[in-house]
C-alpha cells in the first residue's frame, strides 16, 4: 500500500493544514518538529504560537482574499 501524499489545504480565513509527514524548517534553517501528523500553520500572523494557528484569527476577524478561500472550499 502507497502512503497518502501530504497535502497542504487553505482554509478560507483561517490557517493552513498540513495533513501528513512535512519538514518544516525555521529562519535558521533547523527542522520544526511537527507534533502531530495534522497541525495547523498560521497564515494571519497574530498566533503566539508561530508557525502554529491557536486559533487567534477568528478573535481578529482575519480575512482571506476571496480567491485564497476557493483553495480550501471543501
Ligand atoms: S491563522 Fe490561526 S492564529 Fe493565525
Same mark, same amino acid.
Given at each position: 500500500?502507497? #502512503?497518502? #501524499? ?44 508561530? #508557525? ?13 482574499? #476571496? ?8
Amino acid at each position: 500500500m502507497e #502512503p497518502r #501524499p501530504t497535502t497542504i489545504t487553505a482554509y478560507p480565513d483561517g490557517p493552513l493544514i498540513v495533513r501528513g509527514e512535512a519538514v518544516l524548517i525555521d529562519e535558521h534553517g533547523e527542522p520544526i518538529r511537527q507534533p502531530r501528523r495534522t497541525v495547523a500553520l498560521c497564515r494571519c500572523g497574530v498566533s503566539a504560537i508561530k #508557525p502554529w494557528c491557536d486559533g487567534t484569527h477568528k478573535l481578529t476577524g482575519f480575512r482571506t482574499s #476571496p480567491g485564497a478561500a476557493d483553495v480550501g472550499g471543501r
